[in-house]
Structure formats: C-alpha cells, structure tokens
C-alpha cells in the first residue's frame, strides 16, 4: 500500500489515503509517494489507471480517465526527498516534468497540455474582483435590514473511496 493525496480540482481540498487502490469522484489531482525510478508501467484499463512498479505492486486509480468541465485527472509522483514530478500524459509513457507545487497544476498546466481542466489565474483574479465587487454593492447604506433568502446551496465535499 502507498500514501496518496486526492487533490479536488473543484475545491482544492486534499485528501490522503494509504491503500493500494483509490475511486475517484470527479477530476482530481492524484499524489503518489513512488520514487520515478520505481515505476515499471502504467496501463489504461477503461477509465482507470493501473500504476505497476518493479516489485510487482499494482496501484488502481479508478475513473482516471473520467473527464467533464474541470478537464481530466492528473498524476503526481513525490519522492522521498519532496521531488514532485508531474506525469504529463500516462497514456503516452512515463514522461515526467517537475513541479515546485501541486498548485502549479490547479493553476496553469491545463491551458497548455491535453489534460485540461486549468484555471488561468487571470479568471482567478477576474472571480475574485467580481466577489470583491458584489460585496461591496449588497453592503449598500442606509438599509440595515438584511434577508437570507437560502440561495446559497451548501459547498461540495469531494468522496473518496477507498479500496483495501
């Protein structure tokens, strides 16, 4: 069993596990404690992607492969020195590029690569100026009433399931 990290690429929320088989959710960014040099394939099973190392363990990150509007799942290897090395495209080998921070792939991989799924930080910013402004407008003066009408649905919790 291997520790692994289920980044949301909707909150952001992490979660970590240690098992040798994760079911994603949604598209999420996947951290896997596995040196690069430990990995002997990685293999494309419908929409899952089963990551085989040299000893013969098999870890399965099921619904890899799933994609909608957030773009598709993304692998991170961390070794044990703190290396972070992104995956760029399992289907396509191992191809590793090295990251500084998962944030990176939040951020910014995704209007680059075919994964998809990034958030430019200029949208970021753009989303943050429109809160910054429509908290401004609703204080407005005068009128101390202030009416909580429910609109606001609950945020989403990401679901991990783990598979011993």
Known sequence: MRLLAVVS?????????????????????????VAREEISQLTRINQDLVVTLHSGETITIKNFYVTNDLGASQLVLAENDGTLWWVENPQAGLHFEQIADINELLVTSGASHEAGGAVWPWVLAGAVAAGGIAAIASSGGGDSHHHSDGDNPPPITPILTVIP
């Open 9 to 33: 690429k909707l909150t952001g929320v992490s979660t970590t596990v240690e098992s040798s088989a994760v079911t994603l959710n949604a598209p999420s960014i996947v951290k896997l404690s």
